[in-house]
């Protein structure tokens, strides 16, 4: 089964800087999806940013962008200006093409904005 | 668009009792996922049907965890009996068939056992 790895458990940054939550996977596909969730402390997640592994170009949703190295199998998420409504606890995951189209998620990573 | 409804919000209840949980996925969303959070912890595949069919249940504790998720809309999780370490929040999905189409998650339900 494929696997995700969140390796940061906990990230803090500052209002209005920019910060970056690492996520590394492992696969023999070739052809997937990864997505980026929020979930804020009223539980509900969120879709915040997909990725096409096909696609070389790096996804962008406004202030949230990725990092993909599809060698690498590397999967990074960068906030710019950061707001106090990011914080929250974000979590990588990797659908398969295979498998049922069965998404795997990572632990996850708290993220704290400071004003 | 109404999101996925899940029932009840929270629940408590001794080990060894039953308990069953709702969810009612967003309409036209074939595919419908239970998931298991347990504190600080990644979501956990519990189930995945494709309308009224189960795609993966590799992860379910079958001894005591039933799903059905009938006519293929609402689906219910029932866990008897329960264990301490069912202490979590019980997740439900739905998304369209396509992989590139993302899940859209429900609020939850906090389970307690004591």
């Known amino acids: 089964a494929q696997t995700v790895t969140q390796s940061q458990p906990e990230m803090s940054v500052q209002e209005a800087e920019t910060v970056t939550l690492s996520c590394t996977y492992d696969t023999s596909e070739s052809d997937y999806y990864l997505f980026w969730y929020k979930q804020p402390p009223s539980r509900q997640m969120i879709l915040v940013i997909r990725?096409?592994?096909?696609?070389?170009q790096n996804a962008t949703e406004n202030r949230f962008s990725v990092n993909f190295q599809k060698a690498a199998k590397s999967f990074s998420l960068k906030i710019s200006d950061s707001q106090l409504g990011d914080a929250a606890m974000y979590f990588c995951?990797?659908?398969?093409?295979?498998?049922?189209?069965?998404?795997?998620f990572g632990t996850g990573t708290s993220l704290t904005v400071i004003p | 668009e109404a999101g996925v409804a899940q029932s009840p919000r929270y629940k408590i209840i001794e080990k060894r009792q039953s308990v069953a949980f709702w969810c009612n996925p967003i309409s036209g969303h074939a595919t419908l996922y239970w998931y298991q959070q347990i504190l600080g912890q990644g979501p956990k595949l519990l189930i995945q049907?494709?309308?009224?069919?189960?795609?993966?249940d590799s992860q379910l504790p079958k001894d005591r965890f039933s799903a059905e998720r009938l006519k293929g809309v609402d689906s219910t999780l029932k866990i008897q009996p329960a264990k301490l370490e069912d202490s979590a929040v019980y997740l439900c999905?739905?998304?369209?068939?396509?992989?590139?189409?993302?899940?859209?998650f429900g609020d939850g339900t906090r389970l307690s056992i004591l």
């Open positions: 049907f494709q309308n009224n069919g189960v795609v993966d």
């Open positions: 990725q096409e592994a096909y696609k070389q």
């Open positions: 999905a739905s998304s369209f068939g396509a992989p590139n189409q993302p899940q859209h």
């Open positions: 995951a990797y659908r398969s093409l295979n498998t049922g189209n069965q998404f795997y």
